[in-house]
């Protein structure tokens, strides 16, 4: 494993190497043991001391950017609001020469090849427990072992199509393996954004140092997902089945699903109908070939395996059972990453395979044999005790830190059910350089290789998703727990050719130009990001015009005026200052407090920053159908924290917020233009845009309510403001130059259909969309949302604008008021109606008997 022989590196005196002293008798990926850098390290040590310390600040700052840009985060599943935390990466990669790599791949080919085996056997024949190698009761008291996948046989006899190894090294430098990842093994996603992160920083030693391409890898899973459909495997259907946005490795579902070219969905986007499984979409149900899951396997069925799983798919089961839809990994394959297994697998290797295991594991006690109990007895000051069957979210237990009474109770327990525990020696594995704090550091390091199943054998990813950390304990914790990820180089001996996921087949596909393949569940985020995203730019027009003018003298200044401006970016009646009683002489006061919490108070309902919380959160969830710059731009959408620190807000506090409304005015701009300008016209923008329209004419019926149904002395400061939240000054200019009148703004803001901002503009667009939605756009009977839409466009175009103007006795546009409330009363049921009829999917028995008797497509 020592690579350390050839020439020694030359380090001048600023060399950024100088102060790297990896702690002994460890393995360090990067010195040898006499100090020297080894080979694969050398050429880019040299490469890297060129620019110093100074670069490699530069290089590790360009990481941090790339990565916020691309919006890369992990979510901490349990923590408080379900915590996204920004994907940590260092600037240098570990670097492991092909050399090395041939046989650790082989190692891990083997062992793939020996755990689908032994699935095959714990599942169907069961020699292992007959020949005495495996104990019953490791079986029948695993909460893995799944009773309803007995004598299921995949296709091809392969469980196990993706599989992931943890591994350390010991202090010889020789690989081991900590654990097995059967189910739906994460982290090949952040291999590929660390790999697209790092090449970029490190552009010209990533092409001169011949790293080793990883699209070949996925190009192969890729294959061997297509292979598994029985029943069209020239273009199958392959789903990718996520947990959901609650997921530590919801990113990354969404990730490969965009890399991979997989519909994203969650459990309730597919349901069993008759023989198969059918994915729910707008188009109505579509069959599923194959089931690319990221989730455990008691969550995937609650009829047959886990009934507490609301994000399953009832019925899966039977449809595995008659072989028409085809899970990867196999149902029952987290039998395999039980820590207590590794104590059997030497010798299942002999048993099944008549080989050795090359890749050895970490040396493993099974409280559940006498022998093994009594070691543990004897020697637990040098050993971890963990949980037998479970590796995640269970207390370990380090030996050495365990005071007396604390080891007599975790005795007490192991003798009371021995067969739950394993001990196994810690392992701290090697060291790798880290740059952290402006130098060097030496961190514990461990690698997640994966691979695929392929061609009879296995495909082993070249690099892997390398963690980080400055303690070796926390390594086999979660990505929150301080760690940070490498990028893995395997270096090959001479020029590497690029490959690309994009490569032609040898059949032609049909053409096609509009799709319905949108799941219901993803159009439903979409329809809600559209409104959450127009809502946001309507209160940043708003609360910009109010802080304009607190802070200069635009129109109006009158603190009545301004009040009254304030009071409207609420719904009517939902204002916090409708419920205070407020003092005249604090009134100025008053409203820049509720300015200011309007603005910086994400605890304040209807605020900006929840509304822009929310934003995010819906866009995350539909991340795989939001461009690459499109995300870009969602992940600009923020309004950064005040560094006031006073007490007592004034107006020049306010003013500040000038700037970032500005900027985040200019975001929602760009995301609206985008939309616009670079969305295929299918579904998907559909929603989004509907959502969209519906939210700006409510918006702008909030703001008129809120500005011009109180009848005042001088309406033209209200005018002047109602123009400039509507983006509508400059219209208005060209049409009646200065003179500003009620009539005119409300015919530009609200019957106006060349106008964009215009009400009567968004009921024009929303008619042309709902007609689009339509099963039959020729049917004489309209829907009830095309009911809506005519009946409101016909109520504004047959209204007589210069009616409104009339003040009533008791001192305010009644007859204005009365009409708006009935607009956005026929808006909101026009949401209520869109979501009911297309974005909860419903089917009933004749229109289920009906699409069953589709022939499945061809």
Not at 180 to 209: H, M
Not at 413 to 422: D, G, K, L, Y
Request: contains cysteine.
């Amino acid at each position: 494993m020592d690579d350390s022989t050839g020439a020694v590196s030359a380090h001048p005196a600023g060399d950024i190497t100088s102060q790297y002293q990896p702690p002994s008798p460890l393995f360090d990926e990067m010195r040898g043991p006499g100090g020297e850098i080894r080979p694969a390290w050398s050429r880019l040590m040299d490469s890297l001391n060129v620019d110093g310390a100074s670069g490699l600040a530069r290089r590790s700052e360009l990481t941090g950017h790339l990565l916020r840009e691309n919006g890369v985060t992990y979510n901490v599943y349990g923590a408080a609001k379900d915590l996204e935390r920004p994907w940590e990466l260092d600037p240098i990669p570990l670097m492991i020469p092909i050399s090395e790599w041939r046989p650790l791949s082989e190692s891990i080919q083997q062992r793939a090849r020996l755990l689908n085996r032994i699935l095959l056997d714990v599942y169907g024949p069961q020699e292992l427990m007959r020949s005495g190698i495996l104990p019953p009761n490791a079986l029948f008291e695993h909460p893995g072992y799944l009773l309803p996948c007995v004598g299921i046989e995949p296709p091809g006899g392969i469980y196990v199509h993706w599989y992931a190894s943890q591994l350390a090294r010991d202090t010889r430098g020789h690989w081991i393996a900590l654990g097995d990842r059967s189910q739906g093994p994460s982290g090949a996603g952040y291999v590929v954004e660390n790999r697209i992160v790092i090449s970029r920083t490190l552009p010209e030693e990533f092409q001169s140092l011949n790293v080793v391409r990883l699209a070949s890898f996925f190009i192969a899973l890729q294959n061997t997902l297509a292979g598994l459909s029985r029943h069209h495997r020239d273009n199958p259907r392959v789903v990718l089945l996520s947990p959901g946005p609650k997921s530590s490795r919801y990113f990354e579902d969404v990730y490969l699903a965009r890399y991979l070219g997989y519909t994203l969905v969650e459990g309730g986007d597919l349901t069993v109908r008759g023989d198969g499984v059918y994915l729910k979409t707008l188009g109505g149900l579509l069959s599923v070939d194959v089931i690319f899951r990221r989730m455990g396997d008691g969550r995937c069925d609650p009829l047959e395996l886990r009934p507490d799983s609301p994000g399953g798919i009832p019925g899966l089961m039977q449809v595995v059972r008659d072989g028409q839809v085809v899970v990867a990994n196999s149902l029952g394959s987290g039998f395999l990453e039980a820590p207590m297994l590794q104590r059997f697998l030497p010798a299942a290797c002999r048993f099944l395979l008549g080989e050795e295991l090359k890749l050895t594991s970490v040396p493993t006690w099974w409280c559940g044999r006498p022998d093994d109990l009594k070691y543990v007895e004897a020697h637990l000051d040098q050993l971890v005790v963990r949980h037998a069957f479970r590796h995640h979210n269970v207390k370990v237990h380090i030996g050495a830190s365990l005071n007396y009474d604390e080891r007599a109770k975790l005795l007490t327990e192991i003798h009371a059910r021995p067969s739950q525990f394993v001990a196994q020696e810690p392992v701290v594995g090697s060291t790798a350089p880290v740059w952290n704090g402006g130098s060097l550091q030496p961190w514990h390091v461990t690698l997640r290789p994966f691979a695929v199943a392929t061609d009879g054998d296995y495909q082993v990813m070249p690099g892997g998703l390398s963690r980080v950390a400055t303690r070796s304990e926390t390594l086999t914790e979660s990505m929150a727990a301080g760690q940070r990820s490498k990028d893995v180089w395997i270096l090959a001996d001479g020029p590497v050719e690029p490959v690309s996921l994009l490569r032609p087949k040898q059949t032609a596909l049909e053409l096609r130009r509009s799709t319905n393949d949108l799941p219901s569940r993803a159009a439903d985020h979409l329809f809600w990001l559209g409104r959450l995203v127009e809502r946001t730019e309507a209160q940043v027009r708003h609360v910009r015009s109010v802080v304009a003018r607190m802070t200069s003298e635009l129109q109006p200044a009158r603190l009545a005026d301004l009040q009254r401006l304030v009071f409207a970016i609420d719904e009517p009646g939902e204002s916090p200052l409708a419920k205070l009683a407020i003092n005249e002489t604090r009134l100025g006061q008053t409203l820049i407090d509720t300015v200011w919490s309007f603005l910086y108070d994400s605890h304040r309902n209807g605020g900006l920053l929840e509304t822009i919380a929310a934003a995010h959160r819906t866009a995350s969830i539909v991340r795989d159908r939001i461009s690459v710059d499109g995300w870009r731009i969602i992940n600009q959408l923020h309004f950064p924290q005040s560094h006031s620190a006073t007490t007592v807000k004034t107006t020049s506090d306010l003013a500040a917020a000038l700037a970032p409304l500005n900027q985040l005015l200019t975001w929602l701009s760009a995301f609206s233009g985008l939309c616009n300008d670079s969305m295929t016209r299918g579904p998907g923008w559909r929603f989004l845009d509907i959502g969209r329209r519906i939210e700006r004419a409510l918006q702008t019926l909030r703001v008129i309510r809120g500005l011009l149904v109180e009848a005042q002395a001088d309406v033209l400061p209200r005018l002047e403001a109602m123009l400039e939240i509507a983006d509508s000054s400059m219209t208005y200019r060209y049409r009646y130059l200065t003179t500003l009148q009620l009539a005119p703004v409300l015919d530009l803001v609200l019957a106006d259909e060349s106008n964009p901002r215009a009400v009567g503009f968004q009921l024009m667009a929303l008619s042309e969309h709902v007609k689009s939605l339509a099963k039959d756009e020729s049917d004489v009977v309209r829907t009830s949302e095309q009911k809506l839409v005519l009946s409101a466009q016909a109520s504004l175009r047959l209204a007589d604008v210069e009616s409104f103007c009339t003040v009533n006795g008791a001192g305010d546009r009644r007859q204005l008021d009365k009409f708006l409330s009935l607009l956005a009363s026929d808006l909101r049921s026009l949401s209520d109606s869109i979501s009911h009829t297309y974005l909860t999917h419903t089917v009933d028995s004749r229109q289920l008997d009906a699409q069953l008797l589709i022939p499945r497509r061809a």
